[in-house]
């Protein structure tokens, strides 16, 4: 085996070890030539060496031509003809070379040349693939002046599964920002078929861009990325680059067709909650008069266009409710869609439900002493189910009545609280609010 391993068998590039030397043949020639990797050399074995294939491999000869992307790779900085080192991009491009290390993405993979024999070897962090503008020309060596399209290292990425570093996604994205009104830049977008994403590692993984979403909802990103073992959402740099302001990342993924995760899921609520439940007072736990003194200042916002009669007929339904009260947890489900056809399924802590329909209230027992997390949970929890039943008809004012209820929760609606909250939103009732209110909290 020692002998074996020697630098004993003659190739195009000198004596090699059998496990660095190739085989030539047909299959070879439709993409390279002799004198572009280590290939033995049968002129000077003087026979046909193909009909000892089978012998030459077992010896690790690499005989195959799919196999031979690691050897070829490794021997690109040994060459300086530029003929030569695009038909090598070209094969590793074809079998889809992907590097055999990390550290290996930092090295100095792209030949830039100068005439047809001379040039240098630069990092893919030295480089852009278009300068329209002729910005860059002096600083970052332009791919698209030396390289056809096919040889762009950004497509081998794409086609293949490589990682990449933050470094290489941070200095594709800057020219695409910087060069971001330009049409063949927006053209370049349009063909893209693979976004990177973000993943918990220093490595960043490029995936389908109908699979990757942007998070505007934080607490289901984190649901849906704790359930999936790939990627769900495009990629940010992190700590923040005012070169690839993250307005301008979003305004471009938008642009392009990655959709956002809230509007992407299918939200699923159980017919029937589970649980033992105990119908409860309703005006004793969650629908107080302060609370109808809110919601109704808010419907009277001249902006809303909501008559007196329909606010108080719209407040009616929340007070006919029955609020039934339980131990257990109260969830809901959401389902993201793949491209693949499978699906990420996720639960939720929901704590409380409004079954309009039934008129109905489910809600977890209350502990206002379980401290401000559990606070702020149960406040975000309710003030969303009472502002999605208030203001179905008009969705887009939703998230206003939310965060006034929310901020209403934490303030224990307690009435001094509630007037003032309400004058510095500059909301108030009118009389025939008030009259109504009192008639039906009339001992408060």
Same mark, same amino acid.
């Given at each position: ?120 070897? /630069?990092?893919?962090? &030295? #480089?852009?693939?278009? *300068?329209? !503008? ?8 332009? %791919?698209? @002046? ?118 992407? /899921?299918?939200?699923? &609520? #159980?017919?029937?909650? *589970?649980? !033992? ?8 736990? %969650?629908? @107080? ?122 303030? &224990? ?15 108030? %009732? ?15």
């Amino acid at each position: 085996m020692r002998r074996i391993n020697k630098k004993w068998l003659k190739t195009h590039m000198g004596y090699r070890p059998p496990n660095e030397c190739l085989l030539f043949g047909s299959d070879w020639n439709s993409i390279l030539q002799l004198e572009d990797g280590a290939f033995i050399d049968e002129k000077f074995y003087g026979f046909d060496l193909a009909s000892y294939k089978k012998e030459l491999n077992s010896i690790g000869v690499t005989v195959d031509v799919k196999n031979g992307c690691r050897l070829l790779a490794s021997e690109l900085e040994s060459h300086s003809h530029f003929a030569v080192i695009a038909r090598i991009y070209a094969y590793l491009q074809k079998y889809d070379w992907k590097l055999d290390k990390p550290d290996d993405r930092t090295a100095n993979w792209i030949w830039i040349p100068d005439g047809s024999d001379k040039g240098q070897w /630069v990092s893919p962090e &030295e #480089c852009v693939l278009h *300068d329209m !503008d002729g910005l860059f020309g002096s600083q970052l060596n332009v %791919l698209e @002046r030396h390289y056809d399209k096919k040889l762009w290292l950004w497509k081998t990425w794409e086609s293949s599964e490589c990682q990449l570093t933050h470094a290489e996604c941070c200095a594709f994205w800057v020219c695409i920002v910087q060069h971001w009104n330009s049409s063949k830049t927006k053209n370049l977008l349009a063909e893209m078929v693979k976004l990177p994403a973000y993943t918990n590692s220093d490595v960043i993984q490029l995936c389908n861009k109908q699979d990757i979403f942007i998070p505007d909802d934080l607490l289901l990103m984190d649901l849906l990325q704790n359930a999936s073992p790939d990627p769900l959402f495009v990629w940010y740099p992190q700590p923040s680059l005012p070169s690839i302001p993250r307005t301008k990342l979003h305004e471009i993924y938008s642009s392009i067709g990655v959709r956002v995760v809230s509007e992407s /899921v299918e939200k699923s &609520e #159980c017919s029937k909650v *589970d649980g !033992d439940f105990e119908q409860v007072n309703p005006s004793e736990i %969650l629908i @107080r008069r302060e609370l109808i003194r809110l919601i109704l200042g808010f419907l009277a916002d001249p902006s809303i266009e909501v008559d007196a009669n329909k606010r108080q007929k719209i407040v009616q339904a929340l007070l006919d409710v029955n609020v039934f009260e339980t131990e257990k947890p109260i969830t809901v489900g959401y389902s993201l869609s793949l491209s693949s056809g499978e699906s990420v399924n996720v639960k939720a802590s929901q704590m409380i439900r409004w079954e309009r329909e039934s008129s109905k209230v489910f809600t977890q027992k209350i502990n206002r002493s379980c401290g401000h997390k559990a606070n702020i949970e149960f406040a975000t929890f309710f003030s969303q189910v009472i502002a999605d039943g208030i203001l179905w008809e008009k969705s887009e004012r939703i998230p206003e009545l939310c965060e006034l209820i929310k901020l209403g929760w934490l303030l &224990e609606f307690e009435e001094e609280a509630i007037g003032f909250l309400l004058k510095t939103k500059n909301l108030q %009732l009118f009389m025939e609010d008030l009259e109504f209110l009192n008639s039906k909290f009339p001992s408060e």
